[in-house]
């Protein structure tokens, strides 16, 4: 619980805009126990984790990190809004398919309405591209697991591909944060404002894709620390 709770109290406090020092007086606490909580020194008594749940205005599940939502909503494949006029014949009703398809279907609407409103081709061209190879690399590995697939469908050869994708995701990788930051040719780096996102903010512009994006980052977190075990 701890490592959830002290993150996530902490990001809520950031997201508010306000110091530690006023939260733990609202809170009712002193500012050194507050600064314990955040940084996971000490745990608390569920009491206090309904207090804090119901100051920030979110659910003890999502404080706790059970939940990728602030409501505490749980999701399944109907509650989540599809992009794809072809849904449900693809995949002819297999549940787990769909599900992370509209997972990632909806972040990338977010993510490329960000691009929309930044306006710098750079951006646009480096996320593009990094998302192509990503795709294209996961669609090389299912083509060739069938050995009667057409191996001539691809230009570079099989001994070198992965290493040749995973090189071009990681320049345009390079290529982004250069521009991002200031590095690269073409124009200084896109107002960082068009960027600025709380977890508040994404919920009210994207009401029913945000909890898609919210699920995919505690997916894809859950998975990293995996690695890192």
Same mark, same amino acid.
């Given at each position: 619980?701890?490592?959830?709770?002290?993150?996530?109290?902490?990001?809520?406090?950031?997201?508010?805009?306000?110091?530690?020092?006023?939260?733990?007086?609202?809170?009712?606490?002193?500012?050194?126990?507050?600064?314990?909580?955040?940084?996971?020194?000490?745990?608390?008594?569920?009491?206090?984790?309904?207090?804090?749940?119901?100051?920030?205005?979110?659910?003890?599940?999502?404080?706790?990190?059970?939940?990728?939502? $602030?409501?505490?909503?749980?999701?399944?494949?109907?509650?989540?809004?599809?992009?794809?006029?072809?849904?449900?014949?693809?995949?002819?009703?297999?549940?787990?398919?769909?599900?992370?398809?509209?997972?990632?279907?909806?972040?990338?609407?977010?993510?490329?309405?960000?691009?929309?409103?930044?306006?710098?081709?750079?951006?646009?061209?480096?996320?593009?591209?990094?998302?192509?190879?990503?795709?294209?690399?996961?669609?090389?590995?299912?083509?060739?697991?069938?050995?009667?697939?057409?191996?001539?469908?691809?230009?570079?050869?099989?001994?070198?591909?992965?290493?040749?994708?995973?090189?071009?995701?990681?320049?345009?990788?390079?290529?982004?944060?250069?521009?991002?930051?200031?590095?690269?040719?073409?124009?200084?780096?896109?107002?960082?404002?068009?960027?600025?996102?709380?977890?508040?903010?994404?919920? $009210?512009?994207?009401?029913?894709?945000?909890?898609?994006?919210?699920?995919?980052?505690?997916?894809?977190?859950?998975?990293? $620390?995996?690695?890192?075990?």
């Amino acid at each position: 619980m701890a490592m959830e709770f002290n993150r996530i109290i902490t990001l809520l406090r950031k997201e508010r805009g306000i110091t530690q020092k006023q939260a733990a007086a609202d809170l009712g606490i002193s500012q050194a126990q507050l600064s314990h909580y955040e940084k996971g020194i000490r745990e608390c008594g569920l009491e206090f984790v309904v207090q804090v749940a119901d100051y920030y205005g979110v659910s003890c599940d999502y404080l706790l990190g059970r939940s990728a939502e $602030r409501s505490g909503q749980t999701i399944t494949v109907e509650d989540l809004p599809d992009t794809s006029a072809a849904s449900g014949s693809v995949y002819r009703g297999s549940v787990l398919p769909t599900m992370y398809k509209k997972l990632i279907e909806n972040s990338l609407d977010i993510l490329f309405d960000k691009l929309d409103q930044c306006r710098d081709k750079r951006v646009v061209v480096a996320v593009s591209n990094y998302l192509m190879l990503a795709v294209y690399a996961m669609f090389r590995q299912l083509y060739q697991a069938a050995p009667k697939n057409v191996a001539s469908l691809f230009r570079i050869s099989p001994a070198r591909w992965q290493h040749a994708a995973h090189a071009a995701m990681s320049a345009q990788q390079g290529d982004l944060a250069a521009v991002l930051s200031g590095e690269a040719e073409g124009g200084p780096a896109p107002d960082p404002s068009v960027f600025s996102m709380t977890t508040e903010t994404l919920a $009210r512009e994207y009401p029913r894709r945000a909890t898609s994006l919210m699920n995919l980052v505690k997916n894809s977190e859950e998975a990293v $620390r995996e690695l890192n075990r």
